[in-house]
């Protein structure tokens, strides 16, 4: 992961919008499928309502 990147991937894991891909690794050169992007928006929206 790019070094610019990494501080993102932590705030998102820290928000727990994502978690990875186990072992805690993100691959932010990967591809994401329609169920991960809808997972993540549905955690956003979950985030917006607290």
């Known amino acids: 992961m790019p070094a610019w990147a990494k501080g993102a991937a932590a705030a998102l894991k820290k928000l727990e919008l994502m978690e990875g891909t186990g072992a805690n690794q993100f691959h932010a050169d990967g591809e994401a499928t329609r169920a991960e992007v809808v997972t993540v928006l549905l ?6 309502n607290k």
């Open 43 to 48: 955690r956003m929206l979950k985030q917006e």
